[in-house]
T-cell receptor, first 116, second 112 residues
Framework: DVKVTQSSRYLVKRTGEKVFLECVQD?????MFWYRQDPGLGLRLIYF???????EKGDIPEGYSVSREKKERFSLILESASTNQTSMYLC???????????????FGEGSWLTVV | GEDVEQSLFLSVREGDSSVINCTYT??????LYWYKQEPGAGLQLLTY?????DMKQDQRLTVLLNKKDKHLSLRIADTQTGDSAIYFC????????????FGGGTRLMVKP
């Protein structure tokens, strides 16, 4: 089974702190994603990566950066956390290629971040 | 642009059928997906349908696709309390490569 592991389930951080959210997948997937989930807004893509050291902005990249130094690990960084970044963050991964072959993406359990 | 819409909430009694609806806008979508999110957890893939199919059945789940109206539905037969969750539909858009666009999610509440 595909396993996507997010290291922290619950975090509380102060405004202005630097925050790292870590994600590891064990299926040698090329693609990795970070989403945030907010009530009524569904899932919104922050960044994704299709290869080591490669990254692409998603729909809401402002205030975030990412790092993919190794294929299995994709980190989301909040350089200076703000209260409007309080949310549930979901990491995901998928095999290489596009979804026209029925590939899909697999999600981690989520990280609940509260910024006070 | 692409948009996937779902109603926010559905309440049913245990044993009844549930029907969760979704509309999408991009007619070039090749696959459409249903994900389930239980409380405090990530999303799990429930099922998917290829765009040249009208229907797909998998045990208690039936997916219906009306490509003309860009309407997708998920029917859960004999709904159980364990089916209470948020259900997301998602479409894959050809020209977006590896991206899925998600709807806002429908919260299904099953009453005993």
């Amino acid at each position: 089974d595909v396993k996507v592991t997010q290291s922290s389930r619950y975090l509380v951080k102060r405004t202005g702190e630097k925050v790292f959210l870590e994600c590891v997948q064990d299926m040698d997937h090329e693609n990795m994603f970070w989403y945030r989930q907010d009530p009524g807004l569904g899932l919104r893509l922050i960044y994704f990566s299709y290869d080591v050291k490669m990254k692409e902005k998603g729909d809401i990249p402002e205030g975030y950066s990412v790092s993919r130094e190794k294929k299995e690990r994709f980190s989301l960084i909040l350089e200076s956390a703000s209260t409007n970044q309080t949310s549930m963050y979901l990491c995901a991964s998928s095999p290489g290629g596009d979804f026209t072959s029925g590939n899909t993406i697999y999600f981690g359990e989520g990280s609940w971040l509260t910024v006070v | 642009g692409e948009d996937v819409e779902q109603s926010l909430f559905l309440s049913v009694r245990e044993g009844d059928s549930s029907v969760i609806n979704c509309t999408y806008t991009d007619s070039s979508s090749t696959y459409l997906y249903w994900y389930k999110q239980e409380p405090g957890a990530g999303l799990q893939l429930l099922t998917y349908i290829f765009s040249n199919m009208d229907m797909k059945q998998d045990q208690r789940l039936t997916v219906l696709l009306n490509k003309k109206d860009k309407h997708l539905s998920l029917r859960i037969a004999d709904t159980q309390t364990g089916d209470s969750a948020i259900y997301f539909c998602a479409e894959n858009i050809n020209n977006a490569g590896n991206m899925l666009t998600f709807g806002g999610g429908t919260r299904l509440m099953v009453k005993p």
